[in-house]
């Protein structure tokens, strides 16, 4: 089966459950997300050691929950993960925010990732 040309990374984690939201997230989880992250980037190291890329993907989205909950250093990690998979050097790389949850340093630090 042929790779895709984008990722979509799921951050289940959330300040606060939305009623309105169908989404699966948790909230007061993050102190998982150390693990989370851990899984996730050995998930990505599975991918890479079972499938060559014909293309190197061109688009990845962080959304959930609230993944800009993460530490910066984290989503740093997962970024890592998903470079061993072949990224375009013009790659779309998108995160979803919420305001309370980024500051002008952590958004330096994520653009820096």
């Known amino acids: ?7 979509y990374i799921h951050v289940p984690f959330c300040r606060a459950k939305c009623a309105y939201c169908d989404f699966n997230s948790y909230a007061g989880m993050e102190a998982l997300a150390e693990r989370y992250v ?3 980037c ?3 190291s599975a991918i ?4 060559e ?3 190197p993907v061109r688009s990845i989205y962080l959304g959930g929950g609230t993944p800009s909950l993460l530490a910066p250093a984290l989503i740093e990690q997962v970024l890592n993960a998903c470079r061993t998979l072949g990224i375009a ?3 779309e790389v998108s995160l979803e925010a919420n ?3 980024v500051s002008v340093k952590s958004l ?4 820096a990732a």
């Not at 890479?48 to 499938?51: F, I, K, L, N, P």
């Not at 330096?108 to 653009?111: D, G, V, Y």
């Open 1 to 7: 089966m042929p790779m895709p040309d984008a990722i």
């Open 38 to 40: 851990a899984a996730l």
């Open 42 to 44: 050995a998930e990505l």
């Open 48 to 51: 890479t050691r079972q499938e």
């Open 53 to 55: 890329r014909p293309q």
């Open 89 to 91: 050097p013009d790659a």
């Open 99 to 101: 305001p309370g949850t």
């Open 108 to 111: 330096r630090t994520l653009r």
